[in-house]
């Protein structure tokens, strides 16, 4: 089945530990995109990727960084210096339809 | 920032009625989409509608947009406990297909 693969789904992370979330996409799409959401909040937009070995950042990219070096993953890395980073990840891709969404990363602090 | 805000934050109603949840924004768009999130899960795209349609329809769902008023409507008829879930209306913004969400509605349906 064609979709999008989030891992692990359950992360924590230590205090000044850089930790990576994967997002892999077997639907041949293009664009990529990472979300962040908080309890009982819509989504907010981290990182995109347009093609690959391209990205921009979104609305709110300090303390993350992505990279884009085959189309079928779009990994998220959020470093130490990110102070808050307890929150579901959402990763998302999209072709000439509308966005399809991975299951998500629940990150914890521990 | 949050271009969309909905209203109402949670709902909750009897399996059979229908429910009703209201989205606002701020800047003009190309279209208005929603979305549905179970629990614990990622978002499941429901609908699109673009800036020089009014109304469109999917199943049960109906989908109304005033781009005068920069509003939407999605009305869930005859609802179901399995229609419980949060719902997100996203705007597109002109560049990069990047979407902006509301808050979401919290829908819960009792048998």
């Known amino acids: 089945d064609g979709g999008i693969t989030q891992s692990p789904k359950y992360l924590f992370r230590k205090e000044g530990q850089n930790v990576t979330l994967s997002c892999e996409q077997n639907l041949n799409h293009d664009a990529m995109y990472w979300y962040r959401q908080d309890p009982g909040q819509g989504l907010r937009l981290i990182y995109y990727?347009?093609?690959?070995?391209?990205?921009q950042k979104g609305d709110i990219a300090e303390g993350y960084s992505v990279s884009r070096e085959k189309k079928e993953s779009f990994p998220l890395t959020v470093t130490s210096a990110q102070k808050n980073p307890t929150a579901f990840y959402l990763c998302?891709?999209?072709?000439?339809?509308?966005?399809?969404f991975g299951d998500g990363t629940r990150l914890s602090i521990l | 920032s949050q271009q969309g805000e909905e209203d109402p934050q949670a709902l909750s109603i009897q399996e059979g009625e229908n429910a009703t949840m209201n989205c606002s924004y701020k800047t003009s768009i190309n279209n208005l989409q929603w979305y549905r999130q179970n629990s614990g899960r990622g978002l499941v795209h429901l609908i699109l509608i673009r800036s020089n349609e009014r109304e469109k329809h999917s199943g049960r769902l109906r989908v109304t947009l005033d781009t005068s008023k920069k509003s939407s409507s999605l009305l869930i008829t005859a609802s179901r406990a399995a229609d419980t879930a949060s719902y997100f209306c996203a705007t597109d913004r002109a560049a990069g297909n990047k979407l902006t969400f509301g808050g979401g509605t919290r829908v819960l349906v009792k048998p």
């Open positions: 998302a891709s999209q072709g000439a339809g509308p966005q399809h």
């Open positions: 990727s347009q093609i690959v070995n391209d990205f």
